[in-house]
């Protein structure tokens, strides 16, 4: 990997997660990176590509959440510093690699470098997956009922990680593939479920 990239990288754009929630902070880009590196060990591809995707990945969180994917790829495009190691087309690609990152989106990741950053944000571990749901929930809606905030969080999960939801993944080879059902199982369980709930969202309220 490319040194004085990686040193602009965690001295300009790691740092940046320090402002964002609970779900998407310095650990979640950090963890992001790891996985990446660790998919794309088996393919024949840019390692400082990759690097690069996943520590931007999330960085129009500083603006919406809802185009997020979208302007993080803007801001990598726009970061003239990549130009040092970055060719027009390398840039090009993880821009769209980051911009097909997220897990409700209506396309197939358009490149491997998308695939992978898509793959490692998923990060499928039933305690990390049910605490960031309820870490989410509690920055929307702090002063919600608990009831409120289980209906919201028992919907989101049948949604996205239930069989038949939005969530895709990518490699065969990943762990998230026996988190996943791991994860299904306990979503199956109502009243095991409801208990995880209970714990984890009286841990963060306090």
């Known amino acids: 990997m490319n040194q004085e990239l990686k040193q602009y990288i965690e001295t300009d754009i790691i740092p940046q997660y320090k402002m964002f929630d609970k779900a998407h902070n310095l650990a979640h880009v950090h963890t992001v990176i790891t996985e990446s590196l660790l998919l794309a060990k088996d393919y024949p591809i840019n390692i400082d590509m990759v690097y690069t995707i996943a520590a931007y990945h999330d960085l129009g969180l500083s603006k919406d959440r809802a185009t997020h994917h979208l ?29 097909d990152h997220r897990a409700s989106s209506d396309h197939e990741p358009r490149s491997i470098y998308g695939k992978i950053v898509a793959e490692a944000d ?13 870490q989410y929930g509690l920055k929307q809606n702090p002063s919600g009922s608990k009831e409120w ?9 049948l949604d996205k990680y239930a069989k038949g939801g939005y969530l895709k993944l990518w490699f065969e080879h990943s762990k998230n593939g026996e988190k996943l059902k791991e994860l299904r199982l306990l979503i199956d369980n109502r009243e095991e479920l409801e208990k995880v709930f209970n714990r984890i969202f009286k841990e963060e309220k306090n």
Do not use: C, Q
């Open 71 to 99: 302007i993080s790829g803007s801001i990598l495009e726009k970061d003239e510093n990549l130009r040092k190691w970055f060719s027009t087309e390398e840039i090009k690609i993880m821009k769209e690699a980051v911009e």
């Open 149 to 157: 905030h289980y209906n919201r969080f028992l919907s989101h999960l």
């Open 122 to 134: 998923r990060i499928i571990d039933p305690e990390i997956t049910l605490r960031r749901t309820v």
